[in-house]
């Protein structure tokens, strides 16, 4: 599937996809750096003439730099609890409030070309959703140099330029993020992605 639904799955299989970027002279493989290549080379190959996308969703994490390494931060949490008598209660509390709440949402993505709206669809829940999407988004930030203070701001806005070496592909990416708090940790994070990829 691609990462824009089943209308692009057949194209995006035959697609070579990134396994790294370099920015600011440094190569990056994590999950962040294939993800933002793979999306505008989607949106380049099935939209041509779309130059920008609103990505939005409603999520709980602050954004700080331990999301940009996940795998780390779930470690910690499992050494935490590594030999408590208490763990598996607090598994089932854990798996009862999932049953309640239900899974994590999607995230909607609205393709633009100029001012015109094109597209809008939701980002297929087995590529990303919004629990996984902060983790994705922090490295756009981090990669703009933006200082972690001003990560949460009600309005953030950078830009960067990346490499595929690989690929001889590079990327210019620019993008303002809004930071709506809602209530009682959920937020509306809306990102307005504007983007150039030269071959």
């Known amino acids: 599937?691609?990462?824009?639904?089943?209308?692009?799955?057949?194209?995006?299989?035959?697609?070579?996809?990134?396994?790294?970027?370099?920015?600011?002279?440094?190569?990056?493989t994590n999950s962040a750096a294939k993800f933002w290549p793979a999306l505008i080379d989607e949106l380049a190959a099935d939209h041509p003439h779309c130059d920008a996308i609103i990505l939005e969703m409603l999520t709980d994490p602050v954004l700080d730099r331990e999301l940009l390494f996940p795998v780390q931060s779930l470690q910690r949490e499992l050494d935490r609890y590594q030999g408590r008598k208490d763990f598996g209660k607090e598994l089932r509390e854990a798996l009862s409030q999932f049953a309640m709440i239900g899974p994590p949402g999607a995230v909607q993505a609205r393709l633009l070309a100029g001012a015109t709206q094109i597209a809008v669809c939701d980002l297929p829940l087995d590529c990303v959703d919004a629990d996984v999407f902060p983790c994705l988004l922090v490295w756009l930030l981090e990669w703009a140099e933006i200082s972690q203070s001003l990560w949460n701001n009600p309005t953030v806005s950078g830009a960067f330029q990346a490499w595929d070496h690989e690929r001889?592909?590079?990327?210019?990416?620019q993008f303002d993020l809004g930071n709506e708090h809602i209530?009682?940790?959920?937020?509306?994070?809306t990102l307005t992605l504007h983007f150039v990829r030269q071959v």
């Not at 194209?11 to 070579?16: P, Y």
């Open 1 to 28: 599937m691609g990462l824009l639904g089943d209308k692009s799955a057949k194209i995006t299989a035959r697609r070579a996809r990134a396994r790294s970027l370099v920015v600011h002279g440094e190569r990056f």
């Open 168 to 173: 001889k592909i590079s990327y210019r990416l």
């Open 183 to 189: 209530s009682e940790g959920l937020y509306r994070r």
